[in-house]
């Protein structure tokens, strides 16, 4: 079981930056693949981006390619995601998300644990 917290979210203008951070409880963080997904308001989840355990693989969706990079310190039990040139259609709850087992993915039925989310707000 892991229990995740994020932060960092928070009001900026168009082309600012924010970095969220994904706190995880448990001492079995290295053993989960970690995802950040979003949700803006009436749309549907989306990935924004993935990391596998080790922190060498990364993906990410092409609305964000260039822009974010996800990152994690397996000995801070944290993951990462620096968001660059931010836009108003980033605009949404930023979630992150746990993988028990499997490799990486952006696919959200797939993710174990959830948290509960913090806000980005973009301001054109």
């Known amino acids: 079981q892991v229990q995740l917290v994020e932060s960092g979210g928070g009001l900026v203008q168009a082309g600012g930056s924010l970095r969220l951070s994904c706190a995880a409880s448990?001492?079995?963080?290295?053993?989960?693949?970690m995802g950040w997904f979003r949700q803006a308001p009436g749309k549907e989840r989306e990935s924004v981006a993935a990391?596998?355990?080790?922190?060498?693989?990364?993906l990410y969706a092409d609305s964000v390619k260039g822009r974010f990079t996800i990152s994690r310190d397996n000995a801070k039990n944290t993951v990462y995601l620096q968001m660059n040139s931010l836009k108003p259609e980033d605009t949404a709850i930023y979630y992150c998300?746990?993988?028990?087992?499997?490799?990486?993915?952006?696919?959200?039925?797939?993710?174990?644990?959830w948290g509960q989310g913090t806000q980005v707000t973009v301001s054109s």
């Open positions: 448990g001492r079995t963080f290295s053993g989960y693949a």
């Open positions: 998300a746990a993988k028990r087992s499997g490799g990486i993915t952006q696919r959200s039925e797939e993710y174990d644990y």
């Open positions: 990391i596998s355990r080790s922190g060498l693989s990364t």
